[in-house]
């Protein structure tokens, strides 16, 4: 089984909850969209100050599980994967990400 984790970080406006709200019930819906995704988790961040000392606060985790590291590596090309960037598009700030194989 093959992990794909992506944390963001979304723009501060007016609107940071409606999209965070938006942002997550979006992305529960990707095992409909896209098959070869065996299992999600999606964790909105607890309210706290910014850390500082360069650490960075993310505002969603987000983690994909899939069987095979070649369904893992393809996910960014998936039309899912293209429709929630559009969807997304001027509402995140900053994207992290890290794919891995799991170890029993």
Same mark, same amino acid.
């Given at each position: 089984?093959?992990? !794909? =984790?992506?944390?963001? *970080? #979304? ?14 019930? =979006?992305?529960?819906? @990707? /095992? ?7 299992? =999600?988790?999606?964790?909105?961040? #607890? ?7 360069? @650490? &960075? ?5 987000? =983690? #994909?599980?899939? *069987?095979?590291?070649?369904?893992? #590596? *393809?996910? /960014?090309?998936?039309?899912? !994967?293209?429709? @929630? *960037? ?5 509402? &995140?700030?900053?994207?992290?990400? &890290? ?6």
């Amino acid at each position: 089984m093959y992990r !794909h =984790i992506a944390l963001y *970080r #979304l723009s501060d406006d007016a609107d940071k909850k409606a999209d965070l709200d938006a942002f997550c019930s =979006i992305m529960k819906t @990707l /095992p409909e969209q896209e098959k070869s995704i065996v299992s =999600i988790e999606i964790g909105a961040a #607890l309210d706290a100050p910014e850390p500082g000392g360069g @650490l &960075i606060r993310y505002d969603v985790a987000q =983690i #994909l599980t899939f *069987r095979t590291k070649e369904d893992c #590596l *393809r996910w /960014p090309d998936t039309p899912a !994967h293209t429709d @929630l *960037r559009a969807f997304s598009s001027g509402m &995140i700030e900053l994207v992290g990400v &890290i794919d891995y194989e799991l170890t029993e």
